[in-house]
């Protein structure tokens, strides 16, 4: 079956059958948001007939009471039902008349019943009109009207797919269907006909892709609105997996026969029947008859589970002796029962088990055989059951009074109804009787032809929801966001189970079930593990027996792994029978991939994946996670462990309800407003500070790291504890408080290898994702027991999700050794400080010292030889030292892996678990940093931009300035003092008169460093203002510092070998290494150095477009209101003069005699440098009026809203 093509011809369909039907509405001046007149005569000049006249009313009446779209939708759905179900028909011949209505007998879009249309006998259809339209030529017109006439004299043989049409569905049919382009052409042309042959599912499929638009509209999750009624079968219907149907039915319906029937050859027909080790199957001494087995599905869909079902039924009926003829009727009668919502979902699962039956019995479309499938219908239409003057049997008046009670919104509700159990044989037979009675005055004709019809469907379906019955097995609708009417109801209802619709189907499906029968559902795994379905899991446990249960691997149904899926069997009663379990986790892949890994598992038990456990173990972890998986000794870890929540305590934080306000990235606001080491709210409060360190959470990380954020906890946090809404509620919420500032450890969500486990010291508060551990004893315990397998292991069990909470990790059980309780910890503060060192090596570090290519390099003689003590080269080249950098990461990671292992080790001895679990760690798994030259290079020049501005310096350790008083830290001086700065300065560590310029153009050549003053190695930009050009129109240009910066650091004699290494590590483009790196500049370093920030950047790119006429840097921290006019005019108007002087050289040499190729290049730059100032001579009139705002920033909003002034001057934030 080609599903690409049904895929893309469905989708197309719906598109297209939509937008033939609002044209035909149009033709009929039905529109949308237009005044609806029905009383009109005529149309653009037309007179209406009669017929069209009364049509068009009832398609305004519809119009008003539904709304257009919903009306063209469901217009536009009925007939593309009806032409999916006649060409299936066609194609297998199953068409009484057996006259192609598509095709000829070579399958060509050549309707053969065209040909045949004088000779063919349909009710209703005018032979006299068929002649004039066929004198006429008129071939369209006379398609349509056969159509019509086939789709009405077709509800003779399935009436519950082809209901006889007359309204205005039929003004709306759309035209032109002969052309090759038409909904019919393309379903001939687009669909092979072998696709149609026998399978009845390509029916179920046409509808999944149909909807499937409609479906992602529904459903999208960044609307998060609530589901309305009439978008609940959009939502969730979902094509069940073939193999996946098959699975469910054999276990269930195929367990049930071949219990009862140990020798039955059905067995070894059923493909995904799962068996123990042993092959076995408990026996059941039961008799029973196929004709008393009963099958249901309450949300049947398109029937696929059904279908099915019929094929197993079938070979049970043909085992005990019944002819496939006799079978088919039988099952139709007595075995078969589905519900659904949706209509046309019902229309398909009906037409679907009568194709299933006519391909067993060629008179099954004439036999008048009762099917118990039903479409649920709602009663909101009328109030009441009877009406003034109604005899009859007062109970079974009463009767029909409850149903129209208890049927209400039940379209929204479906079989969630609960239906009590009544003679309702006596109830239809009491309908029947009023039907055909006769009534005498239009109130009682009014009921007998619009309120019993729908009564006799309300007794239908009442009598299919308060049976009991064999099996009951479904796909059930995944939805959590329910409208107010559906989420009462459940809550009145299914409170416990209430978290997703699936749960409460669960819960519901049991009670359709006899005790000794089987539930079978395809649903999303959650209800396995997560704690919003602990009561649903202990109901199973505890009352019910799991039979056998797949697990899929995570995205193998939805390819965007949003929702991952398990099927499973339920034996409706409780038993000591092991359970059958296939763990497909492992094998990545579409559902086709987890189908080849079930056959696997079926003929080799032994594969590693297939488990056989007992649901009475499930109960002794925490939340009874269904943990089949588990072996005997881990099951005795959880029955024997303390609870680390009974040691420690594991807390959630702050919700601050607008991070946007409350939090920011350190780096963003000014350091001398920050406190990093508070101990406690009094010392907090005490500092006058605003910001402090805030755990979010954050990425795989283990032992230190992830500080990025602060949060604004001024005065006690009173800004966030007075965040209150509009309805004066407080939106913020503030959770264990007597914890802030506290040392704990805290964690990330769990990856597919390891958990991950950070300490942190005093200082920090903590978020609702930055979930803490506290404990003043045993924390490095407890944080190197969580780093290890056997934690990782554990939390696979009880929080399998890849969200860990605090509930999960206090139930971690705990053993102490006390013997090896010191070295456990020594090791752990070792792999704090490891780590800890590998963050600190990178500028997002608050406690970043020095770059390590500096901090590896060596300089001095002195510095030479201790190297050369110690076994090292001397190091005097940008290369050497980051070899002795590559070297100290292998060291680090090399030692922290050692560490992880051995503590793996401990443990696991500890735990028990050697037979379970091995040590190891692999690579990926280590989370410090191995050195990377494409990387640490770019961190360095990151570094050497710090240090043009003075954020970093070669002389002092640590971050230098990042808000305050610049003059603070560095210092303008003349140079005639030499290096003996130190004694021109006074008592407080200040310059005497005579040191001091006062000039802005003087650069900063002194810095403060141990409250001292000396000359700088390396002097920060005077202005704040570092141009990135495309060639050297500046001197101070942003490569010719960084030139000097590599310079100064390393010398001048290795200079050019370090600029090659530098470029070659960039890989750019250029001819020269310093074109590599102006390149870099020009292109990469902002991309660069906004990732690195999280696209909050603290070095501001004002960029005037994608021709480079204008780029420089600025530093937010030492912003001041006239640094965009001082750009102006030190550096714009000087680019400009710059740009112009050269388009007048190069415009004067292009008047000499030169080279063709000269030529070309000349032309080649010229064009450049035009369009260069062209675009400065725009960007300079947005400077200019900027300048002119001398606009004020506060390092307390955050990189967001300052940037944003800015906007129409900086470079976008990627």
């Not at 008349?97 to 006998?121: G, S, V």
């Not at 079926?602 to 996670?625: H, L």
């Not at 037979?915 to 990387?935: F, N």
């Amino acid at each position: 079956m080609n599903k690409t093509a049904i895929k893309n011809y469905a989708i197309w369909a719906r598109k297209e059958l939509i937008n033939r039907v609002e044209r035909k509405a149009f033709e009929y001046e039905v529109m949308e948001d237009n005044e609806l007149n029905d009383n009109l005569d005529s149309i653009h000049g037309r007179l209406l007939t009669g017929n069209e006249k009364m049509q068009r009313s009832e398609l305004i009446k519809e119009v008003k009471e539904k709304g257009f779209h919903q009306v063209v939708e469901g217009v536009a759905y009925t007939w593309f039902n009806r032409f999916i179900a006649l060409r299936f028909m066609e194609v297998n011949n199953y068409l009484p008349n057996r006259i192609r209505i598509f095709t000829n007998e070579n399958n060509e879009f050549k309707p053969q019943i065209l040909d045949e249309a004088m000779h063919i006998d349909l009710e209703g259809l005018d032979k006299k009109h068929v002649y004039e339209l066929l004198e006429a030529n008129d071939r369209q017109q006379l398609y349509k009207e056969l159509l019509l006439a086939v789709c009405n004299d077709m509800g003779n043989y399935l009436p519950g797919m082809f209901t006889r049409i007359s309204d205005y569905k039929v003004l709306l049919f759309p035209d032109n269907l002969l052309n090759s382009d038409s909904i019919l052409g393309k379903m001939i042309l687009d669909i092979d006909e072998d696709d149609w042959c026998e399978q009845v599912e390509i029916i179920g499929w046409m509808y999944q892709y149909y909807i499937s638009e409609k479906h992602e509209e529904v459903i999208d999750p960044l609307h998060g609105k609530m589901i309305k009624k009439e978008d609940i079968p959009a939502a969730t219907q979902l094509w069940t997996t073939d193999w996946v149907v098959r699975y469910m039915v054999d276990n269930s319906l195929g367990r049930y026969w071949i219990e009862r029937n140990p020798k039955s050859p059905l067995k070894k027909k059923l493909l995904y029947l799962a068996t123990s080790k042993t092959n076995e199957i408990p026996v059941i001494y039961e008799k029973v008859n196929p004709q008393d087995i009963t099958f249901f599905d309450p949300c049947m869909g398109s029937g696929h589970i059904l279908v099915y079902a019929f094929d197993v039924l079938m070979e049970i009926y043909k085992e005990c002796g019944y002819s496939e003829r006799d079978a088919a009727l039988s099952i139709v009668k007595n075995n078969l029962y589905g519900l659904d919502i949706d209509d046309r979902a019902y229309q398909l699962s009906y037409f679907a088990v009568m194709m299933k039956a006519r391909n067993y019995n060629r008179k099954a479309l004439t036999s008048g055989i009762v099917n118990h499938l039903a479409s649920i219908q709602e009663s909101n239409l009328i109030s009441q059951f009877t009406y003034e003057g109604i005899a009859g049997d007062k109970d079974l008046n009463q009767l029909g009074e409850y149903l129209v009670h208890i049927f209400k919104d039940a379209k929204e509700i479906g079989s969630l109804t609960i239906v009590k159990e009544a003679d309702y044989k006596s109830f239809d037979e009491y309908l029947n009787k009023l039907k055909n009675a006769y009534m005498e005055n239009i109130f009682a004709s009014h009921w007998q032809l619009n309120t019993l019809p729908l009564m006799e469907e309300l007794s239908k379906q009442a009598q299919i929801l308060s049976k009991k019955y064999t099996v009951c097995a479904t796909n059930p609708p995944y939805m959590n966001r329910f409208e107010i009417s559906l989420k009462n109801f459940i809550n009145e209802n299914y409170k416990d189970y209430s978290s997703d619709l699936f749960s409460v189907f669960m819960y519901r499906n049991f009670n359709f079930c006899i005790e000794s029968g089987y539930s079978a559902f395809m649903t999303p795994n959650v209800w396995m593990f997560i704690k919003s379905y602990e009561k649903l899991r202990k109901f199973i446990l505890n009352y019910k027996n799991i039979t056998t249960l797949v697990q899929m691997a995570k995205g193998a149904f939805f390819k965007e792994a949003t929702v991952d899926i398990c099927a499973f069997i339920i034996k409706n009663k409780k038993s000591n029978d092991a359970g059958l379990y296939f763990r497909l986790e492992d094998f990545k892949g579409d559902m086709e991939v987890q189908k080849q890994k079930v056959l696997e598992a079926q003929t080799n038990k032994e594969c590693g994946y297939f488990y056989e456990s007992n649901s009475s173990n499930f109960s002794k972890i925490p939340g009874s996670p269904i943990a089949y998986w588990v072996g005997f000794k881990l099951f005795e870890v959880f029955e024997n462990g303390i609870l680390l929540g009974e040691v420690a305590d594991s807390k959630q934080g702050i919700a601050t309800a607008n991070n946007n306000r409350f939090l920011r990235g350190w780096f963003e606001v000014s350091l001398e407003n920050i406190k990093f080491d508070a101990k406690s709210k009094e010392e907090a409060k005490e500092s006058n500070k605003k910001w402090f360190p805030y755990n979010k959470g954050g990425g795989f990380r283990k032992w230190y790291g992830n500080n990025d954020y602060v949060i604004n906890w001024e005065n006690d946090g009173y800004e966030v504890k007075h965040f209150y809404g509009k309805n004066g509620k407080q939106r913020s919420a503030i959770r264990n408080p007597q914890y802030f500032f506290k040392e704990s450890f805290t964690w990330s969500d769990i990856t597919s290898n390891a958990s991950t486990f950070r300490y942190k010291s005093y200082g920090f508060l903590f978020d609702v994702s930055g979930m803490s551990v506290f404990s003043s004893e045993k924390i490095f315990y407890l944080l190197g027991l969580c780093n290890t397998k056997v934690v990782y292991t554990i939390l696979k069990i009880i929080a399998p999700t890849i969200h860990c909470q605090c509930g999960d990790v206090a139930n971690i059980p705990i053993f102490y050794d006390k013997d090896r309780q010191v070295y456990i910890e020594n090791l752990v503060r070792k792999n704090i400080d490891l780590s800890k060192s590998d963050w600190d090596s990178f500028e997002t570090s608050w406690d970043f010292i020095k770059h390590p290519l500096i901090e590896y390099a060596a300089f001095t003689p002195q510095d030479i030889q201790k190297e050369q003590n110690n076994g090292f080269n001397p190091l005097n080249t940008l290369e050497d030292a980051y070899k002795h950098w590559e070297r100290a990461c292998n060291e680090r990671f090399n030692q922290l892996k050692a560490n992880e292992e051995e503590l793996n080790r401990i443990f696991i001895d500890i735990y028990g678990l050697n037979d379970e679990l091995d040590p190891y760690v692999e690579d990926k798994d280590v989370t410090v940093r191995k050195a990377d030259l494409g990387r640490d290079i770019r961190s360095f020049i990151s570094y050497a931009v710090g240090c043009m501005f003075g954020r970093y310096s070669l002389d002092v350790e640590g971050l230098i300035y990042a808000g305050g008083n610049f003059d603070d830290k560095y210092c303008r001086w003349i140079s005639q003092f030499g290096d003996e700065i130190n004694n021109k300065i006074d008592e407080h560590g200040v310059l005497k008169d005579g040191g001091w310029t006062g000039f802005t153009l003087c650069e900063y050549d002194g810095i403060r460093k141990d409250n001292q003053w000396k000359k700088a190695t390396f002097s920060p930009g005077t202005d704040n203002i570092i141009p990135i050009c495309d060639d050297v129109y500046f001197d101070d240009d942003i490569v010719g510092r960084f030139v000097r910066f590599v310079e100064t650091v390393y010398g001048k004699d290795s200079l050019e070998e370090n600029l090659t290494f530098i470029a070659d590590a960039l890989g750019g483009k250029g001819t020269t290494s310093r074109a590599v790196i102006r390149n870099y500049f020009l292109n990469e370093f902002y991309k660069d150095h906004c990732k690195i920030y999280q696209k909050r950047p603290i070095y501001w790119l004002f960029d005037s477009g994608k021709k480079n006429g204008f780029k420089a840097l600025i530093y937010m921290h030492r912003y001041q209101p006239d640094l965009i006019a001082r750009m102006r005019t030190q550096y714009v108007f000087e680019q400009q003069a710059r740009y112009r002087n050269q388009i007048e050289l190069i415009t004067k040499q292009l008047d000499d005699e030169i080279s063709s190729s000269e030529r070309i290049r000349l032309n080649k730059k010229l064009k450049t440098l035009k369009e260069q100032d062209e675009e400065l001579r725009k960007y300079e009139e947005v400077v200019h009026h900027y300048a002119d705002q001398m606009i004020e920033i506060d390092l307390d909003d955050g990189v967001k809203v300052n940037y944003e002034k800015f906007k129409d001057l900086l470079a976008k934030i990627k």
